[in-house]
């Protein structure tokens, strides 16, 4: 499973987000923003960040629920599902690369000023002079980004600090200089100019979500991520709005308006002099080259990302050994970006980056109401946002609603690349992608609750490479070749099984969980040994294996948070002293009583593993039906005979039972199982006694009410004692009121519990 390491302060992150919005919103749209609403313009901007605050709050709060690189695409592919990311990931991809582009052809604008270089034609293609400084900046910053972040981190310090320097001392000479009367007329082209000069600008708050990108990098990112995405936000909210507000009361906004992209130049030249006008033709050298390094980092990790997640290739997932970078990843991301360069009208493009960038974050903040009120066990966020849910819901209205102010050809561009990513996914991404979505999930988990259409639509974009899989939680290497065997069967009799082979590391209270992270050696020795002999012995049956080891300061209990975060179909567990929280059954007693299990449980007693001969108890209720579908696998994989043993005390139901027991076994593929119906006052007695003749036996969880289990003898745990053969005891999930899980359900035998059809395999 690849990782990535964790190379960021705060301060790298918050450079990250500063050094990418700080370029455009000082350097280039000055001018025309003015030219759009006249001094009012400052507050476009204050508009502007605070929309991209609402944003910036939900991709806070889903960074330190989910610190993983990607950023927005990962958020909304995890909430709502692999359609919706591939929208996500293909458009912030695609926009950032735009963007990248185009800001290194601005960078190159500003080296070609200063040396003159002649323009040249390469294989056919003709190149300005911008074209090919912006070509040599782009493969510098690309190589910058492949070596590490760390050293990514480090040029955009220095970039952003200086540039800070040099803002400072513009914003001095300005507020010296500045007249208020020269910002009459306030609103020379209406109130209603406003909005519209906010879409304009609105390309200037990009850069705080490209922290989210990075986040699986990020050190603490509880504590950072927050920081650094809310705070780059009001800091360059601040910046923008004091110098919008600053340079219209030092030079009338018709003249600033005639400046175009030099507007700041132009007025640094008046406030300081040509010394001022060089300083600030510096700082647009570096604000292009933090914007373009910044981007190119961030667009890199949302390949990778998808890569990871099988919405593009899992070649783009490897890690290099060296770097620990996304290196194919960031290779390919560069290479596009330098195609742009050469070939492509960057700044269209980038303009309808925008518009994806605008329909992304109001998916983000659609995923993040989807995380919250699905109420998933593993989203556990270490920050929040206030007044939920009227922010995100407003950061949704108000990314959507800028859309509306964009230009028709930049929303034209933007739709295509939405459709584009629509086709990916049914043609590529539904036949791989293993993902269903937080929000399908929920659809179909109460289907009766929703709508017929909602469902379909649910149903529609189901991934059709949903793969089974049986999650081994592994602990004793005594025991691992024989529960990976088990899993490996179960998942071999499935066309597209995997094993999901899991250690649980269990950390104590007083070291943190990121602090055992990095100290896993240290606290479990034979961690990578044990996950080595699990993925070898899965593979002896052919079967694909993944491995995860997670820290967790309560082993058992982190068993079943896991199996839900795999979206395991079964899970094979060995029966250790903590196996049965609850007598009888899988699940704690909290469980038992108020909850229900994620997927189906299979126990095992290791006392050998021998399926030869198996003997399954069976009343015909639903724990026997999970044993049934692990006999069928034993039988079709090993060979096993499969015993059926109905007991009774009743001798005058014997012929009775004996068909029902027929039945049963019909009903369930065990036409060929040999039948055994015996009259006994003991069931225990009864069980044990057939047992002696058997290799493996097999019991389906009970169904007894959990108090009377509390207050008497568990007879499927007695009977194990009472044998020296392995035990397995299957336990299926479904559905019990709460009445049944505290008296128990009536018994009625095979009467009540005999399928109509056979269970599929």
């Avoid at 002079?129 to 070596?147: E, S």
């Avoid at 600053?246 to 130049?265: M, R």
């Avoid at 960057?346 to 919250?372: C, D, F, P």
């Avoid at 795999?566 to 609850?582: E, F, K, M, N, T």
Wanted: glycine content about 10%.
């Amino acid at each position: 499973m690849s990782e990535l390491a964790k190379d960021l302060g705060l301060l790298e992150a918050l450079t990250i987000g500063v050094g990418t919005m700080i370029g455009a919103g000082i350097f280039v749209l000055p001018g025309p923003a003015t030219e759009a609403a006249g001094p009012i313009v400052a507050l476009s901007f204050v508009i502007g960040g605070v929309i991209s605050l609402f944003t910036a709050m939900s991709a806070s709060e889903l960074g330190t629920a989910m610190p993983k690189a990607g950023g927005s695409y990962y958020y909304v592919n995890h909430a709502l599902g692999p359609l919706v990311g591939s929208i996500a990931g293909l458009g912030n991809w695609m926009g950032l690369a735009f963007a990248s582009a185009f800001y290194a052809i601005g960078f190159g604008s500003y080296v070609s000023g200063f040396t003159p270089i002649p323009d040249l034609s390469l294989a056919g293609i003709a190149l300005t002079a911008d074209q090919l400084c912006a070509l040599g900046a782009g493969a510098l910053f690309i190589g910058v980004n492949y070596i590490g972040a760390k050293e990514t981190g480090r040029l955009q310090n220095i970039i952003v600090i200086t540039l800070i320097g040099i803002l400072t001392v513009f914003i001095a000479a300005c507020a010296w200089n500045a007249a208020p009367s020269t910002l009459t007329p306030v609103a020379p082209k209406g109130w209603g100019a406003v909005l519209p000069a906010t879409a304009l600008v609105f390309v200037s708050f990009l850069g705080f979500a490209k922290i989210t990108t990075v986040a699986e990098e990020i050190k603490n990112p509880g504590r950072n991520l927050p920081l650094a995405i809310i705070g780059s936000v009001l800091i360059v909210t601040v910046i923008y709005a004091v110098i919008m507000l600053l340079i219209n009361a030092v030079l009338p906004w018709e003249e600033i308006a005639q400046s175009g992209d030099i507007a700041v130049v132009t007025v640094a030249k008046m406030v300081i002099g040509p010394v001022g006008a060089i300083l600030l033709t510096v700082g647009g050298l570096l604000a292009t080259a933090s914007s373009a390094n910044a981007s190119i980092l961030a667009s890199s990790r949302i390949n990778f990302a998808m890569g990871r997640d099988k919405l593009v290739s899992d070649w783009l997932n490897a890690i290099h050994d060296r770097f620990a970078t996304p290196n194919r990843s960031i290779a390919l991301t560069g290479g596009l970006i330098l195609l742009f360069i050469a070939v492509g009208d960057v700044k269209t493009l980038a303009k309808a980056g925008s518009v994806l960038h605008l329909i992304v974050y109001g998916l983000l903040n659609l995923a993040l109401v989807v995380m919250r009120e699905a109420d998933v066990p593993e989203y556990q966020p270490d920050y929040t946002v206030p007044l939920y849910p009227v922010v995100p819901i407003l950061g949704a209205i108000a990314s959507f609603g800028l859309i509306a102010f964009m230009d028709g050809i930049e929303i034209l561009l933007s739709l295509v690349f939405v459709a584009v990513a629509v086709v990916w996914f049914f043609v590529y991404v539904r036949g791989k992608t293993e993902k269903q979505g937080i929000f399908s999930d929920y659809i179909l988990q109460r289907s009766e609750e929703w709508p017929e259409s909602a469902v379909a639509a649910a149903e529609a974009v189901r991934p059709d490479a949903s793969r089974y899989r049986v999650m081994v939680p592994l602990a004793n290497p005594e025991h691992e070749k024989h529960l990976i065997t088990l899993a490996s069967a179960m998942a071999k009799q499935h066309d597209n099984g995997v094993v999901v082979a899991v250690h649980v590391v269990e950390v104590p209270y007083q070291v943190p969980l990121g602090v055992g992270a990095e100290h896993v050696d240290e606290l479990d020795a034979e961690s990578k040994d044990l996950m080595a002999a699990a993925r070898r012995d899965a593979e002896t049956l052919g079967v694909d294996v993944e491995t995860h080891t997670i820290m967790a300061r309560d082993a058992y209990s982190e068993i079943f948070d896991v199996a839900q975060t795999q979206r395991a179909d079964v899970v094979v567990l060995g029966w250790g002293p903590d196996a049965h929280g609850s007598p009888g059954r899988v699940e704690s007693f909290a469980d038992d009583l108020m909850g229900t299990l994620s997927c189906d449980f299979v126990v095992f007693k290791d006392r050998g593993f021998d399926p030869s001969r198996v003997l399954i108890p069976t009343r015909g209720g639903p724990g026997s039906d999970m044993s049934a579908d692990v006999a069928r696998v034993l039988r079709d994989e090993f060979g096993a005979e499969i015993t059926l043993l109905y007991v009774t005390d009743d001798p005058e139901t014997e012929p009775t039972d004996a068909e029902q027991l027929s039945t049963w076994a019909q009903a369930h593929d065990l036409g060929d199982a040999r039948r055994i119906v015996t009259v006994s006052d003991s069931v225990d007695a009864a069980i044990a006694a057939e047992a002696r003749n058997h290799s493996l036996l097999m019991l389906g969880a009970t169904e007894e009410g959990l108090l009377s289990r509390l207050t008497g003898d568990v007879g499927a745990l007695d009977v194990v004692e009472q044998v020296d053969i392995s035990v397995i005891l299957a336990e299926t999930t479904h559905k019990r009121s709460f009445m049944e899980r505290l008296f128990g359900a009536r018994d009625e035998g095979f009467k009540k519990t005999v399928p109509t059809e056979s269970p599929s395999s």
